[in-house]
């Protein structure tokens, strides 16, 4: 397939690869662009892993929980412009989507479209301010957290959301913690809370990109297989909460700090929602 200076450039955009390298790798994938991605890796090119940061379109993150720290949403509720996105009222109505979803368990995306915002549906609001301001508004993510304890954390000014969820009671130590591992999470951005949330698909991308790695360094072939393991437990280090350094004490792995506030505390899942794709 022909292969665009502008799908060259949306490449070198998402990966921070040079321009002839993101061409190269465009054209032996027949311009798919994950599969581009995996070749410059492959290929030992440096690139971004925040490519999806890039992307962003604007609006809003909100996330809350219930006072008893059993249930917690985060809502993105999306505009066109930084300007709508930066407006009081703006907040103020992705603030209120959010409390509905929370005042009534909500759980899903329809649910919370369908319900009640005053005389109207919450579906109808949003046509509304659509109507008022001209932009596509939207809720574009919708997420939900159930347990023994959810804490909330808004990052960046309502650019980013994330749940925490942990499996103690929460008492005000606790909630620190969580409150500390939702900021992992949002500066972070881990795959999964350990390598068990990690998909086989994953797991067995990671291992042949170190396949391939090692071969392209030339090691012997007996040594591949554990080479990309090697590889692989690096991946899980870098990429899954438990096991990334802590931001805060990079003597410490997220999941050893918890054990500092209680030897039982650990995470047990989690929801970072960011703008955009």
Do not use: W
């Amino acid at each position: 397939m022909s292969i665009t200076a502008a799908d060259v450039n949306k490449l070198r955009l998402q990966t921070g690869a040079g321009m002839m390298d993101c061409k190269k790798a465009l054209q032996e994938t027949n311009g798919d662009f994950e599969a581009a991605i995996d070749y410059l890796r492959k290929k030992g090119a440096k690139i971004s892993e925040k490519r999806a940061d890039r992307d962003a379109n604007e609006g809003v993150v909100v996330a809350l929980t219930s006072e008893d720290g059993k249930y917690g949403v985060a809502v993105n509720l999306s505009c066109e412009t930084d300007f709508v996105a930066k407006n009081d009222a703006f907040v103020e109505l992705a603030k209120e989507i959010t409390q509905i979803a929370l005042n009534g368990r909500i759980t899903n995306l329809d649910d919370l479209l369908a319900a009640s915002f005053g005389n109207i549906t919450v579906s109808e609001r949003v046509s509304e301010e659509v109507a008022k301001i001209g932009e596509k508004i939207g809720i574009t993510k919708f997420e939900v957290l159930q347990g023994e304890g959810v804490v909330p954390y808004i990052h960046m000014g309502y650019r980013m959301g994330v749940l925490v969820q942990v499996n103690l009671p929460l008492t005000d130590a606790i909630v620190a913690g969580a409150k500390d591992a939702a900021m992992q999470i949002a500066a972070m951005a881990p795959v999964a809370v350990d390598e068990t949330g990690v998909s086989t698909d994953r797991i067995e991308r990671e291992l042949e990109i170190g396949r391939e790695q090692a071969r392209n360094e030339g090691k012997p072939e007996a040594m591949i297989d554990k080479i990309a393991q090697g590889k692989l437990n690096k991946f899980y280090q870098e990429n899954t909460l438990l096991k990334q350094s802590f931001v805060k004490d990079s003597n410490l792995t997220v999941g050893s700090y918890l054990k500092t506030i209680d030897k039982d505390l650990t995470v047990v899942a989690f929801k970072r929602v960011t703008l955009g794709a």
